[in-house]
């Protein structure tokens, strides 16, 4: 089989949590990012345990530039045309929304913040999360949002539509 860039992308980026944090291949879970209707975003989303919690790894095309919203969502999903089947953020606290640097006490575990899309649409993240417990988030989904999470309207942001929908699996 021909090896894409993105694999090529993607054997890189395990080559690099593997010196963090021990990696094979099978060692992670992933979510691969489809457009709702009339939008364009795809890519992939990998999350990797790490000591501190999961490292969120995502590279995406095919977004506006600017700031997208980026979120767990509680429901693994993504049928309906507008990916509303995913449902809220995933937030098994029962927290109220807000930055993913916030305490868990003032966010969702589901808050990753927002994704920036350069003026090619395209976007990268590479965070690690505190607060997120990687064997939580099997069968859940990941969202990319329209516009950008202002971190402080409830319960959501106030990042507008869902422009990308991917659900997080072990890889097959
Ligand atoms: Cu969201
Ligand atoms: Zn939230």
């Known amino acids: ?17 593997l010196l963090l944090a021990g990696c094979n291949a099978k060692d992670y879970q992933v979510a691969r990012i489809a457009p709702t209707q009339g939008n364009n975003a795809k890519g992939e989303v990998r999350f990797y345990k790490v000591d501190g919690g999961v490292r969120v790894i995502a590279t995406l095309e095919g ?9 767990i969502h509680e429901k693994g999903d993504c049928s ?14 029962g927290s109220p929304h807000g930055a993913p640097t916030a305490p868990p006490t003032a966010r969702h575990a589901g808050d990753l913040g927002n994704i920036e899309a350069g003026a090619d649409g395209k976007a990268n993240y590479d965070h690690v999360d505190s607060m997120l417990v990687y064997e939580s988030i099997t069968g859940l989904s990941v969202l990319i949002h329209a516009g950008e999470d202002d ?20 890889p097959r």
């Open 63 to 71: 977004l506006m530039p600017g700031k997208h919203g980026f979120h």
């Open 1 to 17: 089989m021909r090896s894409s860039p993105r694999n090529v992308w993607g054997i890189a980026a395990c080559a690099a949590v």
């Open 80 to 93: 309906a045309p507008d990916a509303m089947s995913a449902g809220g953020h995933f937030n098994p606290t």
């Open 151 to 170: 971190f402080t309207t409830q319960p959501s942001g106030n990042s507008g539509a869902r422009v990308g929908c991917g659900v997080i699996e072990k």
